[in-house]
T-cell receptor
Framework: DSGVTQTPKHLITATGQRVTLRCSPRSGDLSVYWYQQSLDQGLQFLIQYYNGEERAKGNILERFSAQQFPDLHSELNLSSLELGDSALYFC???????????????FGEGSRLTVL | AQKITQTQPGMFVQEKEAVTLDCTYDTSDPSYGLFWYKQPSSGEMIFLIYQGSYDQQNATEGRYSLNFQKARKSANLVISASQLGDSAMYFCAMRGLPSGSARQLTFGSGTQLTVLP
């Protein structure tokens, strides 16, 4: 158990719909990262938050957005869903976001999204 | 920009034998960290081992060791005494050190390892 909690574990929805994925980082971790894993694209970095502020942006679509709340949990919002958005979405956390070496990222078990 | 290359989509190894999974990387960061993660069929990402670019010795964690050759920009994972439970997808990843550089992990495409009884 990595200590990172993601909900829901599985989600099936239809094209055009909107879903929210939730992540609770390990206790004490300030940074949250979102990754998308699909069969054709592999593991793609989407976005990182550190202590409530956006820190880095990767290949995140405009239809997707995220935020990190004061209690450090994070949500990834996916809207106007398309078939190609079907993937495993991972949240990961680490201790530090700036300065110093923080070691590995701790991953949650992922949220598997299926868009029909 | 950072890039990780894993050229072996699939590998087979006999139980109890050693296996090497290849990883090469490219980065402009002067300092960086290299990681290996294991993803079993259940889907979770499990951290295995870490190597810092300035570490003098190769990292080891139990049956896992990282063969780090900085001049060749390679960070191969060696699994000794393979077990059936080692069958999984293995990802090589890297990130820059520390502030001012990209801190997210960049992943390779992975190697599917199958351990044969």
């Amino acid at each position: 158990d990595s200590g990172v909690t993601q909900t829901p574990k599985h989600l099936i929805t239809a094209t055009g719909q909107r879903v929210t994925l939730r992540c609770s980082p390990r206790s004490g971790d300030l940074s949250v990262y979102w990754y998308q894993q699909s069969l054709d694209q592999g593991l793609q970095f989407l976005i990182q938050y550190y202590n409530g502020e956006e820190r880095a942006k990767g290949n995140i679509l405009e239809r997707f957005s995220a935020q990190q709340f004061p209690d450090l949990h994070s949500e990834l919002n996916l809207s106007s869903l398309e078939l190609g958005d079907s993937a495993l979405y991972f949240c990961a956390s680490s201790v530090a976001g700036q300065g110093g070496w923080s070691g590995e990222l701790f991953f949650g078990e992922g949220s598997r999204l299926t868009v029909l | 920009a950072q890039k990780i290359t894993q050229t072996q989509p699939g590998m087979f190894v006999q139980e109890k034998e050693a296996v090497t999974l290849d990883c090469t990387y490219d980065t402009s960061d002067p300092s960086y960290g290299l990681f290996w993660y294991k993803q079993p069929s259940s889907g979770e990402m499990i951290f295995l081992i870490y190597q810092g670019s300035y570490d003098q010795q190769n990292a080891t964690e139990g049956r896992y060791s990282l063969n780090f050759q900085k001049a060749r920009k390679s960070a191969n994972l060696v699994i000794s005494a393979s077990q059936l439970g080692d069958s999984a997808m293995y990802f090589c990843a890297m990130r820059g050190l520390p502030s001012g550089s990209a801190r997210q992990l960049t992943f390779g495409s992975g190697t599917q390892l199958t351990v044969l009884p």
